[in-house]
């Protein structure tokens, strides 16, 4: 939780949002967060390929939305984010630390930053099998963790079909679930919900207020020394995310998420005081 995030929220207002459904209002607004979301990380990342973006209730909505409607096996590298799994069953394509398998038949769920560690990594080149080639099976790209870090470029896969953003990492806004989902080809279910005005408009006011008041990178600039003397304290590895860090100290063990990787993921927010 950060002070200046709180006192923001307090200027929002349910009524602003209690429109007739179908009038536009709310469509405008969501077409207002979306050139304002696109700007916000264009630094980062380039969605200019994807025409169709829509409203959901935080990463976790989005991926409700692409594995219910999706027909194709998925998989996934080690140590990435366990939800997908507790929705359907995916294959771990990892065989050794930094050595994969992957089948190109089957759709890449991959979070940039890593769930795993917190870093940012280019996918398509740090693969053993798959160095100096672009990674030619379908991508789901997860950039929950964009706006808890500076800015750094992520290389797009070829064939990525959706990609994810929220805001509850950096600002710590996890109950107020704000997501966008952003895809080449209109979506199964998410373009039939937009076409009806069918999503939570506070989300995207309350988008609209984060985006007008902090820079993408606000919070890193913000948090970053802080985090730096932390991992300086516990001899941790500061990871690019700036409320996490790695650690290859066998007291954290239970804390690996990676097979075949010795470096644990640290979560630092318990030591946060604001």
């Not at 590895?237 to 954290?252: K, N, V």
Request: glycine share 4%; hydrophobic share 35%.
């Amino acid at each position: 939780m950060t002070a200046d995030v709180w006192h923001l929220l307090k200027e929002i207002r349910v009524s602003d949002t209690y429109y007739r459904r179908g009038d536009g209002q709310a469509t405008q607004d969501l077409d207002w967060v979306e050139a304002q979301h696109r700007n916000w990380v264009k630094d980062i990342i380039d969605l200019s390929e994807f025409q169709y973006c829509y409203a959901v209730n935080g990463t976790t909505d989005a991926i409700h939305h692409w594995l219910l409607t999706e027909d194709r096996e998925w998989q996934y590298f080690s140590g990435e984010y366990e939800y997908p799994r507790l929705i359907r069953k995916g294959s771990e394509v990892c065989n050794g630390y930094m050595e994969y398998t992957m089948d190109l038949d089957k759709v890449l769920y991959v979070s940039l930053p890593s769930a795993a560690d917190g870093n940012f990594a280019d996918i398509n080149y740090h693969h053993s099998q798959y160095k100096g080639t672009q990674i030619n099976c379908p991508v789901i790209l997860d950039c929950t963790y964009v706006s808890s870090t500076d800015i750094q470029r992520i290389n797009l896969p070829l064939n990525t079909e959706q990609v994810f953003f929220s805001f509850s990492k950096g600002f710590g806004l996890i109950g107020q679930r704000l997501g966008l989902v952003y895809t080449k080809k209109p979506h199964k279910s998410l373009h039939t919900l937009k076409e009806f005005e069918n999503w939570n408009y506070g989300s995207v006011k309350t988008m609209e207020l984060i985006m007008s008041n902090f820079a993408v990178d606000d919070m890193w600039k913000t948090h970053r020394a802080w985090q730096l003397a932390e991992c300086e304290s516990y001899d941790f590895e500061p990871s690019d995310c700036f409320f996490l860090a790695t650690t290859e100290d066998p007291y954290y063990k239970m804390r690996r998420r990676m097979r075949f990787n010795r470096a644990a993921r640290i979560c630092l927010t318990p030591l946060i005081e604001w």
